[in-house]
C-alpha cells in the first residue's frame, strides 16, 4: 500500500501530463488514501480531466 507521501506525488504526476489543466493550480492533499482536489478550472471538462488524471 502506498503512503499518502507517495500517492500525492503520483497524482501531482498525472495532472503534469494532463494537457488541458495546469497542473499548478490544483491542489492535491491526501489523508488516509483518500485524495482531495482544490482548485478551481474553466469547465467541466477540466474538472474531469483533473478528477480522472
Do not use: F, P, R, S
Not at 507521501?5 to 497524482?11: A, G, Y
Not at 501530463?17 to 493550480?25: R, W
Not at 474538472?47 to 480522472?52: C, G, I, L, R
Amino acid at each position: 500500500m502506498k503512503t499518502n507521501e507517495n500517492l500525492q506525488k503520483d497524482v501531482q504526476e498525472a495532472l503534469k501530463y494532463e494537457q488541458l489543466l495546469h497542473a499548478a493550480e490544483i491542489g492535491v492533499t491526501v489523508h488516509d488514501g483518500i485524495v482531495t482536489l482544490t482548485g478551481t478550472v474553466d469547465n467541466y471538462i477540466k474538472k474531469a480531466e483533473a478528477e480522472n488524471a
